[in-house]
């Protein structure tokens, strides 16, 4: 597979709906490889419908072209950007300089254990665009759903049963994350749009990308440029996934860079959802992912909520 200057997609269907169970593994099989090498997949055939996604697009672009007074209503001070709101030039990759050219709104989990209410505030909803909330929540329990079955794909690729996530992750902290990056009008910049990164999550899901400039950073140590079709949802492993399996499935460093010449003219809009789990699940590296050559990196378990924290403060949204 390192010889694929490329990232794969894989077709979904041949794990929800395939043809015999040797296809079913086969996909299993190649997601995991996937993984492995890129830790990036283009997923198709995931079933959800394209006006879906357009619809929840053009209400965020809806959004983002307010004024910027009334936007900043919708800052929560102190929310560490977890809810709402969060302007242009606040988050900074870890370890960057300059802060990313972005601003961003947080859709949370709408229903949610009571146990957990302290750490998952309840969402915010701008009334300048009525519509936002039942789109927004439409894309969200979509793309919740889908990671959900690529959770199950994971699970069976590492040797653990088609559940082991489901109870794990149904109160997940996951994040909907509408971006705009507004254009570029000077050439002198030193920013980029979102300076290389890894997410902090379990699986990262981007719908719907409008423009190029996402970069992957290959285990040769070569950014690849990944712009997906239409139809293909790009999901990526998270760091607490990369902790839990012990670093058998990465976390893969990517960044998305300011396009050349007239292209960065135009603004870039892109929604990825972050699946989290469960704020109380324990992240303690599965023992089949550890064996006398490969060590366990992490002998002290956390929770998700104290990763989470931990990594807000090193991004500056804490």
């Not at 697009?57 to 929560?76: N, R, S, W």
């Not at 209410?117 to 759903?145: I, K, T």
């Not at 980029?192 to 997410?199: C, F, P």
């Not at 719907?208 to 996402?214: M, T």
Request: net charge negative; proline share 8%.
């Amino acid at each position: 597979m390192s010889d694929q200057p490329y990232i794969p997609t894989l077709d979904i269907r041949r794990f929800t709906a395939p043809k015999d169970s040797a296809d079913r593994d086969a996909f299993v099989a190649e997601l995991g490889a996937a993984y492995r090498e890129w830790g990036f997949a283009g997923i198709r055939g995931h079933g959800i419908p394209q006006d879906l996604i357009d619809g929840a697009y053009d209400t965020f672009v809806k959004f983002f072209a307010l004024p910027e007074a009334v936007k900043k209503q919708y800052h929560i001070a102190g929310g560490g950007g977890a809810r709402g709101y969060t302007a242009f030039g606040v988050e900074t990759a870890k370890d960057s300089k300059h802060f990313d050219l972005k601003e961003f709104w947080h859709v949370g989990r709408e229903h949610r254990d009571p146990k957990y209410a302290d750490v998952m505030p309840a969402n915010v909803w701008p009334a300048e665009v009525p519509e936002f909330r039942e789109r927004a929540l439409a894309l969200y329990d979509a793309l919740d759903a889908l990671g959900a079955r690529m959770l199950s794909a994971l699970a069976l690729g590492l040797g653990l049963d088609e559940g082991y996530f489901a109870d794990k992750t149904d109160n997940g902290n996951s994040i909907l994350r509408p971006i705009h990056y507004p254009p570029i009008t000077t050439d002198d910049v030193p920013n980029v749009r979102a300076g290389a990164h890894e997410d902090i999550n379990l699986i990262t899901l981007l719908v719907g990308a409008s423009a190029e400039g996402l970069q992957v950073l290959s285990r040769k140590g070569e950014w690849v440029p990944y712009t997906a079709a239409a139809d293909t949802i790009v999901v990526n492993i998270g760091d607490m996934l990369q902790r839990l399996t012990n670093h058998v499935l990465p976390s893969t460093t990517h960044r998305v860079v300011n396009p050349p010449g007239d292209k960065a003219r135009q603004p870039r809009y892109s929604t990825p959802f972050f699946l989290h789990p469960n704020p109380d699940f324990l992240i303690d590296v599965l023992p089949n992912c550890v064996s006398a050559d490969h060590p366990s990196r992490y002998p002290e378990p956390i929770t998700a909520q104290g990763y989470l924290e931990e990594r807000l403060r090193e991004i500056k949204l804490k």
